[in-house]
Each structure stands twice: as structure tokens, then as C-alpha cells.
């Protein structure tokens, strides 16, 4: 599971992005997924999404993961009365805002990318695109 290493405090604010990003092209990869809403993505939906593109295109190519959890995010158990404090960390999430790429591949076909990804598409939680090199939109 993708979390930092450590962190300067704890706990984190409670970010929230609407804006659109600006480095939104292709670094690495012939094809890329492109998020066009803004949300949370936990670490947990990353390697759920990691995983399906492994095993669709049975470990050829190139993979590179955009995004990183950096934020944390807290809660108490269930059942627990108010009062007492913060809870503790639960998971990680990243913070995507509308028009980030969310993962790279090369090495592959098109039709064999464009199924990858949308198979990892179904695992997120915010609607996403495939994009290609030649005609990035």
C-alpha cells in the first residue's frame, strides 16, 4: 500500500480542490488515463487499479503511477462517543483535481491500453479518460 514515509504532523487538513490542473500532459507513456473530475482517490483504489493493468496486459510495458497519497485521513471507530480527541489515521488518500493524468503506459498496443485502462477506470471513484499522445485533449 503507497503511504509517506513520515510526516512533519500528524494530522492533515481537510483539502478540498476544484480547480483544474496545469500539468496535464504526458510525461513517459504513449497513453495516459486523465481524471476530469476533482475527488479523493485512496491508496487502496491506486493498487486496485495498479493490479487490473498488471493483469490485463500481463506485466508488458511500462507502468508509471502520476499520483501519490500524501493526505491523511482520520477517523474514530465505530460506536465511540463524541469528545476525547481526534481519531487516528485510517488511510491515505490523493488529492486529483479535474484534467491530472493518473496513469502512464507505453510498450503496448492502443486497443490493449484502452482496455487496461478502462478496466482501471471502473475501480475509481471519479469519472476519468483514455488519452493518447498524438491527440492530447
Known amino acids: 500500500m503507497l503511504q509517506p514515509r ?36 485512496s491508496a487502496r483504489q491506486i493498487e486496485a487499479c495498479r493490479s487490473a493493468i498488471r493483469r490485463y496486459v500481463k506485466r508488458a510495458g ?4 502520476r ?23 485510517d488511510r491515505y488518500v490523493a488529492m486529483v483535481r479535474s484534467g491530472v493524468i493518473l496513469f502512464d503506459i507505453s510498450g503496448v498496443s492502443e486497443d490493449m491500453a484502452k ?7 471502473a475501480k475509481l471513484p471519479i469519472k476519468s479518460k483514455f ?5 492530447f485533449s
Open 6 to 41: 513520515r510526516r512533519p504532523y500528524k494530522y492533515g487538513w481537510k483539502k478540498v480542490s476544484t480547480s483544474v490542473a496545469t500539468s496535464n500532459f504526458l510525461v513517459k507513456g504513449e497513453y495516459g488515463l486523465k481524471a476530469l473530475d476533482c475527488g479523493r482517490i
Open 62 to 65: 511500462k507502468l508509471e503511477i
Open 67 to 89: 499520483i501519490f497519497p500524501h493526505s491523511p485521513i482520520s477517523s474514530k471507530p465505530a460506536e465511540v462517543r463524541m469528545g476525547s480527541g481526534k481519531g487516528s489515521i
Open 115 to 121: 482496455e487496461a485502462f478502462a478496466r482501471a477506470a
Open 131 to 135: 488519452v493518447h499522445s498524438r491527440n
